[in-house]
């Protein structure tokens, strides 16, 4: 299997140099023009107030159902709209509402860490300072103004455990894992190629081989046999028909003469 892989690979060299090189292009292009982005990232806790009929182990698994859904909360317009009431500048986001609402989805990402309350949000922005402002805009609201998504009232507290905190270099796009998956891209692109390519033409070579075989074959002469009755005398003639494919191979003692034919046959005539 290596063996066959190698000759492969050596017949397609070139493929393995093309292919990986133009999607590499196409990657650092596709990252080129793409607005570079800053991350800031901060956590809030959420405690479910225990109350005189409540455990604490039906607390804390109702903070973390609180905490997926305000996670969800978040990329809706109405959450939006109260982010953007804080007077953050977000001319960045397109003025389109359907396109402003798309983009608001990839400015702003949060989660619940697993059998916890906590919850993670992470903002993106253009610049540092935006990124930071968005993030600490959206845990003003969270804190101050979630109420009405929770429906608890006072017996859910909100509040931030970790301050926001900003990247000094951009983080989308991710250049590395562009580049990396341009340069896997072409390379698995190549080896699909040339498997085929040698299939195709391994093919070919069969059909080629087989015609010629078969050409071959039918443009040997014709010979034809008079072999005597046994008697001595010619009362009966057969005449057999060979298509000879070795001229170092006849019947022995026999009457041969030559003529082209189409086809392989073979006849007897009697004569009385």
Do not use: C
Request: glycine share 4%.
């Amino acid at each position: 299997m290596a063996n066959f892989y190698l000759s492969i690979f050596k017949r397609h060299y070139k493929l393995f140099i093309i292919l990986p090189v133009l999607s590499l292009t196409a990657a650092v292009l596709f990252t080129a023009f793409q607005t570079p982005m800053y991350e800031s990232s901060t956590d809030l806790l959420i405690l479910q107030k225990q109350g005189t009929d409540m455990d604490a182990y039906t607390a804390a698994k109702a903070s973390e159902k609180l905490g997926s859904n305000l996670a969800k909360v978040i990329y809706t317009t109405s959450f939006f709209q109260k982010v953007e009431n804080q007077g953050i500048d977000l001319s960045y986001l397109p003025a389109d509402e359907q396109k402003k609402r798309a983009e608001w989805k990839n400015s702003v990402s949060a989660s619940v860490t697993p059998e916890s309350s906590l919850l993670s949000v992470k903002t993106y922005a253009p610049t540092p300072q935006t990124a930071s402002e968005l993030a600490s805009a959206v845990s003003y609201v969270l804190t101050y103004e979630s109420a009405e998504y929770t429906g608890a009232g006072d017996t859910v507290s909100i509040q931030v455990v970790n301050a926001p905190t900003t990247s000094k270099y951009p983080t989308k796009p991710n250049v590395l894992m562009n580049i990396s998956a341009g340069v896997i891209g072409g390379f698995l692109l190549a080896v699909i190629l040339a498997v085929l390519l040698s299939e195709f033409k391994g093919t070919n070579k069969k059909e080629h081989q087989s015609t010629v075989k078969s050409e071959h074959i039918h443009n040997k002469p014709v010979f034809h046999v008079h072999t005597p009755h046994q008697n001595g005398r010619i009362n009966h003639e057969e005449t057999v028909s060979y298509r000879v494919l070795d001229h170092n191979t006849f019947p022995e003692n026999q009457n041969i003469t030559s003529e082209s034919e189409d086809t392989i046959t073979m006849q007897q005539k009697k004569h009385q």
